[in-house]
């Protein structure tokens, strides 16, 4: 008797959501939440130039979407509504969790959506994209479209590049460009552009270069096929040093604490003038030497810092790897702070 007990109870939720799953299959078109006044979403109609979008990004920019369901039956929102007439208690909640709160069809979320649909396709070049956007309703039913005409896409046919630094402008010549001719004038590319030039600057010494510095100007008079675009790098926006600046200290603590900063007393200049301080030289100064890309004396380059970080952490021998780089009258001071992993013990037993 105890086993059978047991049983029902085990299976008491199993059962009784198989219940619920009939009780809501004659009903579960989801409708019964919904009103004339307060109807339900139930599709986003997507056409660009008159076909069905195939497009991802495009249902990705819809503000509100449909419930999920197969065809006419929304299951889930029927178990949501069940959950909500059962009330706030255990089983009332489990329906609601693992249901779904109807889609009211929101008409500000459908006018942004309208407008940010427009927006995607501008971006991508379509300068004169049009957009029609008006729904549909049925009773209880609202189907939401969205109908865009892009026109033609505007393309790249030429690109330079100059700065209002004649420095910089020298330096401008050898920057491999990241767009090419016949490439669309995509707003995600052109910033990717001004992500990798604003890198470029910092690769060649230009330590404050930040992407204020860059922007771009675009001249599509000449039509669709024959836009130019000019990449500009103004140093002097936000004012400040402008020129290139050179790394005039290099300073590693390999045996770094958080706790006790300051417990060095082992200091060593290597080779190549980088400075090692370190507690009870743990480290061989030629080694952390070795580790280390960037050199004294040199411009500041980025890749290199990028490159050192990447190497120190790949070693397997420190915890954290922390950079710090202070602008300084004599020049760029480089710190390195090394926190190493905590020893480990290795015993074997051998029988033999």
Same mark, same amino acid.
């Given at each position: 008797?105890?086993?059978?007990?047991?049983?029902?109870?085990?299976?008491?939720?199993?059962?009784?959501?198989?219940?619920?799953?009939?009780?809501?299959?004659?009903?579960?078109?989801?409708?019964?939440?919904?009103?004339?006044?307060?109807?339900?979403?139930?599709?986003?109609?997507?056409?660009?130039?008159?076909?069905?979008?195939?497009?991802?990004?495009?249902?990705?920019?819809?503000?509100?979407?449909?419930?999920?369901?197969?065809?006419?039956?929304?299951?889930?929102?029927?178990?949501?509504?069940?959950?909500?007439?059962?009330?706030?208690?255990?089983?009332? =909640?489990? $329906? !609601?969790?693992? @249901?779904?709160?109807? +889609?009211?069809?929101?008409?500000?979320? &459908?006018?942004?959506?309208? *407008?940010?649909?427009?927006?995607?396709?501008?971006?991508?070049?379509?300068?004169?994209?049009?957009?029609?956007?008006?729904?549909?309703?049925?009773?209880?039913?609202?189907?939401?479209?969205?109908?865009?005409?892009?026109?033609?896409?505007?393309?790249?046919?030429?690109?330079?590049?100059?700065?209002?630094?004649?420095?910089?402008d020298s330096v401008l010549a050898y920057y491999p460009k990241g767009l090419e001719l016949t490439d669309a004038l995509n707003a995600e590319r052109i910033e990717e552009e001004q992500?990798?030039?604003? =890198?470029? $600057? !910092?690769?060649? @010494?230009?330590?404050? +270069?930040?992407?204020?510095?860059?922007? &771009?100007?675009?001249?599509? *008079?000449?039509?669709?096929?024959?836009?130019?675009?000019?990449?500009?790098?103004?140093?002097?926006?936000?004012?400040?040093?402008?020129?290139?600046?050179?790394?005039?200290?290099?300073?590693?603590?390999?045996?770094?604490?958080?706790?006790?900063?300051?417990?060095?007393?082992?200091?060593?200049?290597?080779?190549?003038?980088?400075?090692?301080?370190?507690?009870?030289?743990?480290?061989?100064?030629?080694?952390?030497?070795?580790?280390?890309?960037?050199?004294?004396?040199?411009?500041?380059d980025q890749n290199l810092l990028r490159a050192t970080y990447k190497n120190l952490n790949s070693l397997g021998v420190f915890q954290t790897v922390e950079f710090n780089v202070q602008p300084k009258d004599s020049g760029l001071h480089a710190t390195l702070n090394l926190v190493p992993l905590p020893k480990?013990?290795?015993?074997?037993?051998?029988?033999?």
């Open positions: 008797m105890t086993n059978f007990t047991a049983k029902i109870h085990r299976f008491f939720y199993p059962v009784l959501f198989g219940a619920a799953l009939l009780f809501t299959t004659a009903s579960c078109s989801g409708l019964k939440q919904a009103s004339t006044e307060k109807p339900l979403l139930v599709k986003n109609d997507i056409r660009i130039n008159g076909r069905p979008t195939l497009s991802d990004d495009d249902f990705d920019i819809m503000r509100q979407r449909p419930n999920k369901g197969l065809g006419n039956i929304r299951m889930f929102v029927s178990l949501y509504g069940l959950g909500s007439k059962l009330g706030d208690n255990g089983m009332g =909640n489990w $329906l !609601k969790r693992i @249901g779904e709160s109807p +889609a009211y069809f929101d008409p500000i979320a &459908f006018n942004a959506s309208a *407008t940010q649909l427009k927006q995607h396709y501008f971006n991508q070049g379509f300068y004169h994209a049009d957009d029609t956007a008006f729904t549909e309703q049925k009773g209880k039913k609202v189907i939401a479209h969205y109908h865009i005409t892009t026109g033609e896409q505007y393309s790249i046919s030429e690109y330079s590049l100059r700065s209002t630094s004649r420095f910089i992500l990798a030039l604003t =890198n470029f $600057l !910092k690769d060649q @010494g230009y330590y404050t +270069a930040q992407l204020g510095w860059v922007y &771009f100007e675009i001249d599509t *008079t000449a039509g669709p096929l024959a836009s130019g675009i000019t990449g500009v790098v103004d140093p002097f926006i936000f004012g400040g040093r402008v020129e290139r600046q050179r790394i005039s200290k290099i300073t590693v603590r390999p045996t770094y604490s958080f706790q006790n900063s300051n417990a060095e007393n082992d200091s060593t200049r290597t080779i190549h003038g980088i400075d090692v301080l370190q507690k009870d030289r743990l480290f061989r100064p030629g080694f952390i030497d070795e580790q280390i890309y960037l050199q004294r004396g040199a411009y500041y480990r013990s290795v015993s074997a037993n051998l029988e033999g």
